[in-house]
């Protein structure tokens, strides 16, 4: 065999605030304290993980109008609890989900860049947009986005941010005591933006960080999203897909649409279960499962695409016998929209339900409650490791049902099962996110022309 | 209980506060080109665990980290380009929350410009604060809008401002305006705080609920420049209310800090100016019905004598202090000299006094080193902490939240 082993991708995804976090477990932690995170970072790091990652809602999801009382909810900013971490890790990339439709370029990159100088090189951002106007209501702009314009924002985010971190070249700063000359030119960080979006100039505060830029991360299946994932756009994109083939594709056609080797670096996010046997692992999932997708919560997880209350149908019977309602506002507020065609996804699930003789709470787990590696830490290191040295992705992005100490067991059990079959590393090489993913530095920024 | 009796200074009620305001290498314009100063490493951890560390062995209340969305200039209406002075800053938020884990007692204060952001967002940043420093974040306010802060955003059109025009209608009218904007912000950000009870996580087993979304509320808040709905996504901070500071020079943010802050920062430059200025804020508190509710803290710029016999040792050279102008008074001098002013501020009804040193580190090590130990000599200042919040350090309680039931 020639090809040369790959190194696996591993990110951990503290989740705390949706379905699948089981926050009635007896070692279920605080989802806020700072504690929690501090613990779940560590771990990570312990693993020789290359990354930490957040995501991010900017308003409580409500049901019918009232807020939903049932997951685990409450949570902090994430640009400024990667930063306190960045105080207690030292090699750990620390990525923030950030939304470019509720946020300005001009201050996020501020926000971004001071990661960065802050972690010694440690930052990366995951650009998300949104469109609704249930989020806008917490903000000055409100709602103002077209769903079209989704993309374009993201885009041209992107590029203004990009901008302005690069409007300071590395050797800006000359900080020469005795001749007395700080700056090397007296326009260091000019930039001036113009597009659909953004129209912006000045001078940007932060000096050039130490990776450059931090490296961004994007999720996105659409074709306009795998365009902006395969042009300028980010050093690493989610990938939705779990079985082997699907996955295979989306990889090949992210590359080719790439055409820069390695990059963008393919991550789908993963969870585990792990049993002393097989049968345990099973066992254990099916426990987790259910206590993950209650009865009530798995009424509310259809009601997400059915777009009305489901509460009078029997989570232990068959499916609800009504149509999804297509045209009153949204039922569910506050959460992505996976499914776009409500009637089509419908019909798909009372296929598989009849198909499989589920009832409605255990379609919602089929549909739901995925766990994409259940067995003995051999097995799921095999199979972590199969998965990427056939090209479904490059690594994971590993979440655990339990906040925050439900990664320790991975960290303790299958790392080490993956660093001797040579798939991760032992020690880290680097000290910065993009040593640890293995992408050139942006180093050599010399001083633009002047604007 | 009976009090211990070698504690009654500390429990003296007019226990005077102490606060260090950071800014780059200091604020003479040239303090980074002093022995001691790094101005290479302005914008690494190290340089603000450092300078924050040292603060707390100080048992300083709290240190501010000073920011502004434009870049430093020597005019305040617009960028400059000059080079021989310290230019770019990080984001002041991202600062306080790099030092909070490796900090215990000290309070963190970063600015946050009201006039382009979003109060949303800051509620939160500060929330998680107040959650990775466990109980020690406060904000120091600052409206915008003038040298070239709007093209930065390019979402609203603002005039242009320089001194000449100050004193017009139109731009008193302007400046008004954006003290107004402030003053939502601030209300809209303190409710937000206040959005989720402190009993709203309840993980009911029974029932399933997680919360009891009776516990938490909407703000609805509807003015002129924004409208917010909540509730925040983030619970109730540790404090429940951090710490809200704004600095002051005219009736305009006196107003507002009386009605919204917990501490101004003032800029008396003499003992008449101390006392007008004084008077003038208590009225503004006593119109808002505030009385006891606001600290106020006067500004100086120190500079302190450390060694008699190369008394400039710390400082600039004679050239770059043409430089050094100032908002606040600016005092060099031996520790007794400024001990001395302090006591007279503190003897004139000021509960505390915010230092903002000339040079880094060398100014703040005789902070630490030299003045607070003059100051508790004299029975002015604590001898060690006692409590673990920064609320907790001016004597502030726990507010309750305003939807809380009674």
Known sequence: ?451 | MVPAVSAGKETSVTQLHLAVALDGAGWHPAAWRTPQARPRDLLTAGYWSGLLAEAERGLLDFATIDDSLTIQSADPFAPDERTDQVRGRLDAVGIAARVAPVTEYIGVVPVVTTTHTEPFHTAKNIATLDYVSTGRAGVQIRTGGFGGEAALFGRRELPDLNLRLLNTPEIQQFVAERFDEAADYVEVVRRLWDSWQDDAEIRDVTTGRFIDRDRLHRINFEGRWFSVRGPSITPRPPQGQPLVTALGHATVPYRLAARQADVLFVTPLDTAGAIRIRDEVLREVAAAGRDGQLKIFADLLVHLDTDKARPDKARPDKAATSDHVSDARILAGSVTTIADHIEELHQLGYDGVRLRPGVLPDDLTAITGLLVPELQRRGLFRTRYTSSTLRGHLGLDRPTSRYQPV
Not at chain 1, 93 to 119: C, K, M, W
Not at chain 1, 230 to 243: Q, V
Not at chain 1, 338 to 355: C, D, F, G, K, S
């Open chain 1, 1 to 451: 065999m020639s090809k040369p082993r790959k190194q696996i991708i591993l990110g951990h995804y503290l989740g705390g605030v949706n379905h699948s976090t089981v926050w009635s477990d007896p070692d279920a932690g605080s989802q806020i304290d700072f504690a929690t995170f501090r613990h779940a970072a560590q771990a990570a790091e312990r693993g020789k993980f290359d990354f930490f990652f957040l995501a991010e809602g900017l308003a409580l999801r409500e049901r019918q109008g009232e807020i939903f009382d049932q997951d685990v909810i409450g949570r902090p900013d994430a640009i400024t609890v990667l930063t306190a971490l960045a105080a207690v890790t030292e090699h750990l990339g620390l990525i923030a989900t950030v939304n470019a439709t509720f946020n300005e370029p001009y201050e996020l990159a501020r926000q971004l860049a001071t990661l960065d100088h802050l972690s010694g090189g440690r930052a990366g951002w995951n650009i998300v947009t949104s469109s609704d106007a249930f989020t806008g209501g917490n903000f000055r702009r409100g709602g103002f986005l077209d769903r079209a314009d989704r993309y374009t924002r993201a885009e041209e985010f992107l590029a203004a941010a990009r901008q302005l971190w690069d409007s300071w070249a590395d050797d800006d700063i000359v900080a020469d005591k005795e001749s007395g000359q700080f700056l090397r030119r007296p326009d260091a960080g000019s930039f001036a933006f113009s597009g659909r979006q953004f129209d912006i100039s000045g001078r940007f505060t932060v000096p050039r960080s130490p990776q450059g830029q931090p490296v961004i991360l994007q999720a996105g299946v659409s074709s306009e999203g795998r365009e902006f994932a395969a042009g300028g756009g980010p050093d690493a994109i989610f990938s939705p897909y779990h079985t082997l083939a699907e996955a295979q594709a989306f990889y090949r056609d992210i590359r080719q649409r790439s055409g820069v080797p390695g990059r963008p670096k393919v991550l789908p996010g993963a969870s585990f279960v792990l049993g002393d046997t097989e049968a345990d692992a099973i066992e254990r999932h099916r426990e987790i499962t259910y206590a993950q997708i209650s009865g009530r919560g798995a009424q509310v997880l259809l009601e997400t695409v059915w777009n009305r209350d489901l509460s009078a149908f029997d989570p232990d019977g068959p499916l609800p016998d009504v149509d999804p309602d297509t045209e009153a506002p949204p039922f569910i507020q506050g959460r992505a929209r996976i499914h776009q065609n409500a009637p089509e996804t419908v019909a798909q699930w009372r296929e598989i339900a009849e198909a499989n003789k589920y009832t409605l709470r255990e379609l919602a787990i089929h549909v739901f409650g995925r766990t994409e590696f259940v067995g003995t830490p051999t097995q799921v290191a095999d199979r972590l490791d199969a998965f990427v040295q056939s090209d479904g992705s490059d690594g994971f992005i590993i979440g655990s049902h339990l906040t925050p100490a439900g990664i320790d067991e991975f960290v303790d059990r299958v790392v080490p099962l993956l660093q001797e079959r040579g798939s991760l590393r032992t020690e880290y090489e680097g000290t910065t996110l993009r040593d640890n993913l293995g992408l050139p530095a942006l180093t050599g920024q010399v001083t633009p022309a002047r604007v």
